[in-house]
């Protein structure tokens, strides 16, 4: 579950400059096949040569076909057992594809409609929430969080935007032994309260606040909980009144149950046994605020166009927001907002979880959105879905993206 960006980045770092049908083959030799794609929506014409990104045709049907091929090669590859994919240009006939198997066991197909895990998605609707209060007046991103965590190692210099811009400098406790103890028991019992305290646990000799941009998980699960006692509300009823209401957002929940809704179910790889462990059922309060919430692709678009367009935020509280700083370890054109993710032209996040792995962007130039889910997420936490994000936006927006 740290299911995140930076899971995204360390692909980004691997697969930078390469062709982008030439991806990563099945490490496990064990790619099943896939069954034909389904498509929504009629094909455009040829692209035509523009200079202005703006005037360029980015989905005609010559494109369309490229971006199938794309998707069978990773899903082959990298043996997912289903991919939904969503591009939206304004103006343009939209992509919508979907490919593979929504259920193992059945054999039921995956359709667009159906909603799955988003993982670390979750962090720009606690972000976002973050910031309507801010502009609300019940709170300042200046604020120090020795507000609301007294207790806390720092917490009279660590700030609100120090946890939002991943510059807390607090240890992250979601490590690769607390991935592996979640895998292997989803249903595992951590309240946002545990988490908080295993971070302030691995406080000596952690870095001062403010001082580098780095991915961490628990600022997410403590953002959410400043939340909750700023609005006297549980977060999934603030995320729901502040954000998922006046987007008009039909299948997006913060959950409290272990259930999915609908019939997708998410996979990861055991490679002891040769096959794929149903991963789909967990306890979504172990994540918490950094990764716990559902949604579907059309409610994606919607939100993260709305999200990196400032849509529900005061310019200037937006314009802070989208005002983002090197991450560590990244390659030089993805940074971090308030909450939200810079991938060189792009505006959005990813996230991993348990069985899925899901990438959202905005296109700003173009005012277009892409949405790639993939039901398949290792214990490695190596994303599924950031590979194909890659590869189809080199496709589809050739003079706009950097790698």
Wanted: proline share 6%; charged share 20%.
């Amino acid at each position: 579950m740290r299911g995140r960006m930076g899971r995204g980045i360390d692909n980004i770092a691997r697969i930078r400059g390469i062709a982008s049908t030439a991806f990563v083959a099945c490490a496990l030799g064990a790619c099943q096949s896939v069954g034909p794609v389904t498509s929504v929506g009629p094909a455009t014409s040829d692209r035509p040569a523009v200079s202005d990104p703006s005037d360029e045709v980015h989905l005609s049907e010559g494109i369309k076909a490229e971006l199938d091929a794309a998707i069978h090669d990773q899903l082959r590859a990298r043996n997912l057992p289903s991919v939904a994919v969503s591009i939206s240009v304004p103006g343009e006939d939209g992509y919508d594809r979907v490919v593979g198997t929504a259920d193992l066991a059945t054999g039921r197909a995956r359709e667009l409609a159906d909603p799955f895990r988003i993982a670390s998605n979750t962090k720009t609707f606690v972000g976002l929430a973050i910031l309507q209060l801010e502009d609300e007046g019940r709170l300042a991103t200046t604020d120090a969080i020795s507000t609301w965590f007294p207790g806390f190692p720092d917490a009279e210099t660590i700030t609100v935007e120090n946890l939002l811009r991943m510059r807390s400098g607090i240890p992250d406790p979601y490590d690769a032994e607390w991935l592996q103890r979640y895998y292997d028991d989803p249903l595992l019992e951590q309240t946002a309260a545990d988490t908080i305290d295993l971070g302030a646990a691995r406080m000596d000799g952690s870095q001062p606040p403010d001082t580098e941009t780095r991915y961490t998980n628990v600022n997410f699960v403590m953002l959410a909980s400043i939340v909750e006692m700023t609005t006297g509300q549980p977060i999934q009823t603030a995320i729901d009144e502040l954000i998922v209401q006046p987007l008009g957002l039909t299948g997006t929940v913060y959950p409290t149950g272990t259930e999915l809704p609908g019939d997708l179910h998410g996979y990861g790889w055991d490679a002891t046994t040769g096959a794929f462990d149903d991963k789909t059922i967990l306890n979504p309060e172990a994540p918490g605020g950094a990764g716990a919430m559902i949604s579907t692709i059309a409610d994606l678009k919607t939100y993260v166009r709305a999200l990196c367009t400032g849509q529900l935020l005061q310019p200037e509280t937006h314009a802070h927001q989208l005002d983002s700083q090197a991450l560590a370890g990244a390659p030089p054109f993805v940074s971090y907002g308030e909450g939200i993710g810079i991938f060189g032209p792009m505006c959005g996040h990813t996230g991993t979880i348990m069985g899925f792995s899901t990438d959202m962007f905005y296109l700003s130039a173009i005012d277009a959105t892409l949405i790639v889910s993939v039901n398949r997420l290792d214990v490695d936490d190596q994303s599924q879905s950031t590979p194909l994000t890659l590869a189809l936006t080199k496709i589809a927006f050739p003079d706009l993206v950097e790698w």
